[in-house]
């Protein structure tokens, strides 16, 4: 694991994973099968990663995303999308696949997503190499890269080509469910060695069983130069590699555990708050922010994104 990079000016960031079309529904009543629901329902660009380096282009970071649409329109609006938030693209556009898509069911904090990953699971190393050309001195990786054959080889190749070439290293874990279907032992040999892992309670007890935030971080960061465990309306929890269970009551203080609350937010939609909180963390910590810094950071952005419908920064904020 290598020592983050200080000079925000310099530090490219490199995002890697899914862009897709959102089609958000925020509804106030309960879903009602086999009968009609008002809500809110908006089209907007979403996908994990990409959102993540919206929010970092958002807090001044130069970065890139790689990824794979379809060569269609929807495609093209979502390339557009992000080079207008100030991400410089290299993304593929595969013939004869269709760019993905998920429909979003948002209410009260909650969100249930029915997804089409579609081309983003074309994901190739030769994506990964054109993007590790871009000069970016860290490297950012979604989870959903690494729950699916073929992307899932070209996620692990981009951890383990980054970090042959220098970069630092993250990567936010993804859907608990396909966790638990992919296994523990399985992701924790993927992820081994990562610089930052970022991962909600419930993604982190798949991997390293139940436990307070405090303790669950701790033993994930075992496998892990940093672990970030975020715990929703009770704030996140940094921990940092080495640092055992028995010393945790001290080191919270300020030793290698740091615990933050979470920023006051009025919510609004959910869509999309880990992939900001992650932005906020990576922006700091790259800077040369402290845990306690990045944490304030991450869940700034975190209680941004849940006051607006969609997953990424508005033109009001940038």
């Known amino acids: ?20 079309t959102d089609v958000v529904a925020v509804h106030q009543q309960p879903l009602a099968v086999d009968s009609d629901v008002p809500a ?14 919206a929010w970092l282009a958002a807090s001044g970071v130069p970065t890139v995303f790689v990824g794979v ?24 556009r ?10 979003v069911l948002s209410s009260a904090g909650t969100r249930t997503m029915l997804s089409d990953r579609g081309a983003n699971l074309l994901l190739t190393t030769a994506d ?18 690494l729950l699916d054959p073929p992307a899932r080889d070209a996620g692990r190749y981009a951890l ?11 990567l936010a874990l993804a859907a608990a ?33 139940d436990g307070s935030p405090v303790e669950v971080a ?11 465990v975020t715990c929703g309306a009770a704030g996140a929890v940094w921990a940092t590699a080495g640092v055992s269970a028995a010393s945790a009551t001290s080191a919270a203080s300020g030793g290698g555990v740091i615990e933050a609350p979470a920023a006051p937010a009025s919510v609004v939609d959910a869509t999309g708050a880990g992939d900001a909180f992650a932005a906020g963390v990576l922006s700091a910590w790259l800077s040369g922010g402290s845990p306690a810094q990045a944490l304030r950071a991450g869940t700034d952005l975190g209680a941004a994104a849940v006051g607006v419908i969609g997953g990424r920064p508005t033109p009001l904020r940038r």
Do not use: F
Request: proline share 2%; net charge neutral.
């Open 1 to 20: 694991m290598t020592t983050p990079v200080t000079t925000p000016v310099a530090t490219v960031v490199l995002v890697v994973g899914d862009v897709i």
């Open 40 to 53: 809110k329902v908006r089209i907007l660009g979403g996908g994990s990663a990409a959102n993540t380096a």
């Open 69 to 92: 649409v379809g060569a269609d329109q929807a495609g093209a609006a979502r390339v557009a999308e992000l080079e207008a938030a100030g991400v410089r693209t290299i993304v593929r």
């Open 94 to 103: 595969a013939e004869g696949a269709s760019t993905g898509s998920v429909v």
């Open 128 to 145: 990964v190499d054109a993007g590790l050309a871009s000069g970016a001195r860290h490297l950012h990786l979604n989870g959903y890269t």
């Open 160 to 170: 383990a080509a980054a970090a042959r070439a220098g970069l630092t290293t993250s």
């Open 177 to 209: 469910p396909l966790l638990r279907r992919i296994g523990a032992e399985a992701m924790l040999s993927w992820v081994r060695g990562v610089d930052v892992l970022l991962a909600n309670l419930e993604e982190a007890t798949v991997l390293v069983g």
């Open 218 to 228: 701790i033993r994930l960061a075992g496998y892990v130069g940093h672990a970030v």
